[in-house]
């Protein structure tokens, strides 16, 4: 079973920046697509970005531009660059693993979760 440990997130002003990693325990990843979701009180989890096996990525259009999303399968380790935060990017933030090869932006497409990491923005 592979369990997913995020890291890395916090308290930050508007405008800052932080980076979560995700790591996976009990065996590796790299054959697998990977994702970030996140949610806010009282919403629904929200795609943000994947990436696929060979490093192909995606992006919901509320983060395009600001938020990058890499992996490195050496150190079996995913990490979501977060720029230009704003207050409504304040959530928890979850790291997700697909075993197939193909992109899906849906939660229910992905087999394991990891426990989630909070960050909140201040204005």
């Known amino acids: 079973q592979v369990q997913l440990v995020e890291s890395g997130g916090g308290l930050v002003q508007a405008g800052g920046s932080l980076r979560l990693s995700c790591a996976p325990s009990?065996?590796?990843?790299?054959?697998?697509?990977m994702a970030w979701f996140r949610q806010a009180p009282g919403k629904d989890s929200e795609f943000l970005a994947a990436i696929s096996r060979s490093g192909r990525t995606y992006y919901a259009d509320s983060v395009r531009g600001r938020f990058g999303i890499s992996r490195d399968n050496y150190k079996n380790t995913v990490y979501l660059q977060m720029n230009s935060l704003k207050p409504e990017d304040t959530a928890v933030y979850y790291c997700?693993?697909?075993?197939?090869?193909?992109?899906?932006?849906?939660?229910?497409?992905?087999?394991?979760w990891g426990q989630g990491t909070q960050v909140t923005v201040s204005s």
């Open positions: 997700a693993a697909r075993d197939n090869r193909y992109y899906s932006a849906s939660s229910s497409d992905y087999d394991y």
């Open positions: 009990g065996r590796t990843f790299d054959g697998y697509f």
